[in-house]
C-alpha cells in the first residue's frame, strides 16, 4: 500500500504507476483493495503490506472505504511493509472511546534482535524481525477484550537467478529465519502471554502472512522444524497451544487426513519448473482459549458475493486472497 501515497502521506495522482504493480495506476489498486473490503463488509481489517505512515493507511479508510474507521500503524524504521489494523466505529460494535489500543512492539524485548542456537551445528546465531508485529488490544462496546498481534515474516522467495547449490542455500536461510521468528514468538511472547497472571485470561489472536504451511517441506526437513507448527505451540503445554482456524474450517475426513490441499491463500507461477502454477496456505488466523469456541467460521475468499473470482474481479488488489473469522466473546 505504500505505493500508493507519496512522500508527505498523499495519495499519488490517479494515473501514478505504483513501483511494485507498474502494470495498472493508483486508481485501479485503490478502487480493488476497497473493492475487497466493501465486499467482505468487516467490521475489523488487519492489514498486511500497508503504508509506513498511519497518517496514510486512517486516508485510504476515510477516503476509500465506508463508513467510519478509526486505525493504527506499527511502523518499522526504513521498512515500506508495515502492520495495520482499522476498526470501524459507526456500527456501535466497539468501545466508542477507545476501541482499539496499540502497544509499541518496538519498545518490546520480544521483538528486539535475538540470538538462537542453530539446531543442527550447535552455532548461534543472530537474528531479528524485518517488520515489528502489529500487537493492540480491542474492546467492544460491551467492554469486553481481546488482543491480536498481527505478524508478516520472512519471505521465502527467492527473486534471483542462482546455480542450484546457491539456491538450496539461500532456500534454507530463509527457512532458518521463518523457524526463528516463530520460534522467539512462541517462547518469547506467546508462552508469557498465556501464563502472565495480567494477560492469561484475555483471548488473544495471532494472524497474518506467516510464509509457512504445515507440515515439512524440503528445506524444513533438514531444519526438522515447522515455521507454522512452532508457533501454534508445544503437544507437551496443550494449554498454551494455539487452534487455528482455518483447519477448523476443513471437513472431518481432512482433518483426520491431515489433507489440506482445500485450503490456499496465495497462488504464484514457479519460474524454474515451466511456470507451473502453485497453491499455497502461508496467511493463518491463530487463537487462544480454544475451549471456549470463540473464533469461527473461518473463510479464504477466493470468490466475491457475486461468485466471480477475487483475481478477474479485483485482481489489483493483492497477490493473497483475504481469510475472514467471526469473533464472538
Not at 475489523?44 to 472505504?65: H, W
Amino acid at each position: 500500500m505504500n505505493d500508493l501515497f507519496d512522500e508527505v502521506g498523499n495519495f499519488h495522482p490517479d494515473l501514478h504507476r505504483p513501483q511494485h504493480a507498474s502494470d495498472t495506476t493508483v486508481k485501479t489498486r485503490r478502487e480493488h483493495l476497497s473493492g475487497v473490503i466493501e465486499d467482505l463488509n468487516p467490521d475489523m481489517v488487519v492489514v498486511v503490506e500497508g503504508p509506513n505512515k498511519e497518517i496514510e493507511l486512517q486516508r485510504f479508510f476515510d477516503s476509500d472505504v465506508t463508513g467510519t474507521w478509526k486505525v493504527r500503524l506499527q511502523g518499522t524504521p526504513g521498512s515500506a511493509q508495515c502492520l495495520g489494523c482499522a476498526v470501524r466505529t459507526d456500527t456501535n460494535k466497539f468501545d466508542s472511546l477507545a476501541p482499539i489500543v496499540l502497544f509499541d512492539s518496538s519498545n518490546l524485548a520480544a521483538f528486539k534482535p535475538f540470538e538462537l542456537v542453530n539446531e543442527n551445528d550447535g552455532i548461534v546465531e543472530r537474528y531479528r524481525f524485518e517488520r515489528f508485529p502489529l500487537y493492540v488490544e480491542i474492546k467492544t462496546a460491551d467492554q469486553k477484550a481481546f488482543r491480536i498481534l498481527g505478524l508478516h515474516l520472512k519471505s521465502k522467495g527467492i527473486f534471483d537467478a542462482f546455480e542450484w547449490s546457491k539456491w538450496w542455500s539461500v532456500s534454507d536461510g530463509n527457512r532458518k529465519k521463518i523457524l526463528a521468528q516463530c520460534s522467539q514468538v512462541r517462547h518469547q511472547f506467546t508462552d508469557k502471554y498465556l501464563t502472565d497472571p495480567l494477560t492469561r485470561e484475555i483471548p488473544l489472536i495471532v494472524c497474518g502472512d506467516i510464509n509457512d504451511g504445515p507440515g515439512l517441506d524440503a528445506s524444513e526437513k533438514r531444519l526438522f522444524g515447522s515455521g507454522i507448527e512452532r508457533l501454534m505451540g508445544n503437544v507437551w503445554r496443550p494449554k498454551l497451544c494455539l487452534g487455528n482456524a482455518l483447519f477448523d474450517s476443513l471437513s472431518k475426513n481432512d482433518q483426520d487426513k491431515l489433507k489440506f490441499e482445500n485450503i490456499y491463500t496465495t497462488t504464484f507461477k514457479d519460474p524454474i519448473f515451466n511456470n507451473v502454477w502453485h497453491k499455497e496456505w502461508i496467511d493463518h488466523i491463530l487463537y487462544s482459549h480454544m475451549e471456549k469456541n470463540w473464533v469461527r467460521q473461518a473463510a479464504v475468499h477466493i470468490k466475491m458475493s457475486n461468485g466471480q473470482y477475487i483475481w478477474d474481479q479485483f485482481k489489483q488488489a493483492s497477490d493473497h486472497m483475504p481469510i475472514s473469522v467471526d469473533v464472538e466473546l
